[in-house]
């Protein structure tokens, strides 16, 4: 599955945005993530890449890095084949390139390995970006 992201742009620090992910050919297939996991990963100018969110079956089963949990919420509408990533109390850390990822999860003991690890890695299809800067 190929990805296209939406949603960023400049907000100030404390500050909510909320990006999108859905397939970049229209597919009248509903659910078209189940036999995925779902990540978003971010890279700011100058760091290695990040896996900062993940989700599996919905949004239901998730996981986050500790630098945004409790800020950050993955969720999925399967109708619509999206997956999004709600920010709120932006930083100026937050400031990155974040991209929408699939990995193969077609078990929940699969995704129950690939979820916590959050590595690049294991991730087939990626979107292209979409940039979010927090000042």
């Known amino acids: 599955v190929q990805l296209v992201e939406s949603g960023g742009g400049s907000v100030q620090a404390g500050g909510s945005l909320e990006l999108s992910c859905e397939p970049s050919?229209?597919?009248?297939?509903?659910?078209?993530?189940?036999?995925?996991?779902m990540a978003w990963f971010r890279q700011a100018p100058g760091k290695e890449r990040e896996g900062v969110a993940v989700?599996?079956?919905?949004?239901?089963?998730?996981h986050y890095s500790d630098s945004v949990e409790g800020r950050f919420t993955v969720s999925q509408d399967n109708d619509v084949n999206k997956v999004f990533l709600r920010m709120t109390s932006l930083k100026p850390e937050d400031s990155a390139m974040y991209y929408c990822?699939?990995?193969?999860?077609?078990?929940?003991?699969?995704?129950?390995?690939?979820?916590?690890?959050?590595?690049?890695?294991?991730?087939?299809?990626w979107g292209q970006g979409t940039q979010v800067t927090v000042s």
């Open positions: 989700s599996y079956l919905g949004g239901s089963n998730a």
């Open positions: 050919e229209y597919t009248y297939e509903r659910n078209a993530f189940r036999n995925y996991c």
């Open positions: 990822a699939a990995a193969r999860c077609l078990t929940g003991r699969q995704a129950r390995v690939v979820m916590p690890r959050l590595s690049e890695d294991d991730y087939i299809s």
